[in-house]
């Protein structure tokens, strides 16, 4: 597109790919005709006209025990990356996320003196606060999602903002909960659990067992319970042949819409942690907090990281909001009491949504969507460049 300044764009995971395919929408609003994509991305980026350099899939991976088997695929994927931009030479390269790929590209195409910006900080809040320094001396600006993040990097000298959290416009509070009652044929008091193992086979394959074992607890006590499980078309064929012998009706759903749907429908969620437990904060549907990891990873975190909680509500008010029960504590004697008392009781309920409110604004909600505030910064970034073949922003 003459005239237009080229952003090369790269996400390894599918949450990459969505931040990345809503800061793309924000820029054609912003600046309709004036910008133009390459990079390495999945589904939502291509519906902004991103045709990948390779399948996204080649690099989502987690923990150090998934990493190491890929390695090379990993290795040459790197230098196909690097060797595409040093070929486009793009006006900005703009990374999401996945920092173990993302971080090495940058630093290899470092010596372009193209702007480089980085979206989602690393969690040196959490563990390796030294990365904060090492980071700042090869990116040029870094977008971040959580309101406390900013001053671990400036004192760096890395440019940073604040944007605010995805989650806060994803839609997770505009479910039809009586719609999905409908739908399961639930009166409006019938209880309904909603369980999200995770979105990978290695957590799905991990929880799944434990889960099933709170379930059998629950259906003792309560009569008619009946449980919805939102999941990914990844693992979704795992989930089904796995819930089979639960001993209550479980209805096994997809996509955004119908996982919304039953956040506004469930009285209570057990769920792995992860960007999830904030959409069922944001949708008003109290949770339970669960998490095992691979082994080797498990044995890593507890060297490494050097934070109270895993979920984001608690972290950003610095208290377990949301119960939380990781690793050994991962067990159904365990979890199954405390939901048991979110089933029963509404007031319990209550109080858990009401308890996560502030944390929800502080991330954003109520203000600008992220992806507007992240698409001003990238263009401020591409204003100072002075690119040549822009005309001057109106």
Known sequence: MPGAALVYVVAGEPSGDLLGGRLMAALHVARPGRITFAGIGGERMAEQG???????????????????????????????????????????????????????????????????????????????????????????????????EPPYFEREGLPTTFVGHSVIEGGADQGDGAACRARLGLTENAPLLCVLPGSRVGEVTRHLPVFREVVCRLAESLDGLRVVLPTVAGVADLVRTQVVDWPCPVQVIEGEGAKFDAFAAADAALAASGTVTLELALAGCPSVVAYKMNPLTAWLARRLVKVRYASLINLILDRPVLPEFLQENCRAETITPVLQSYLADPARRRAQIDAAAPALEQLGRGGPSPSRRAAEAVWTLIDRKEIKSLSPVI
Do not use: N
């Not at 350099?53 to 695929?73: C, I, N, T, W, Y």
């Open 50 to 148: 991103l045709h990948s350099l390779f399948p996204m899939s080649d690099l989502s991976l987690m923990g150090l025990a998934e990493v190491l088997p890929h390695l090379p695929r990993l290795m040459r994927r790197l230098r196909e990356a690097e060797a595409d931009i040093r070929q486009c030479r793009p006006d900005l390269i703009l990374t999401i996320d996945s920092p173990g790929f993302c971080f090495r590209l940058d630093q290899r195409v470092r010596d372009l003196g193209i702007p480089l910006v980085h979206y989602v900080a690393p969690t040196v809040w959490a563990w390796k606060p030294k990365r904060a320094a090492k980071i700042a001396r090869f990116l040029d600006h870094l977008l971040v999602l959580l309101p406390f």
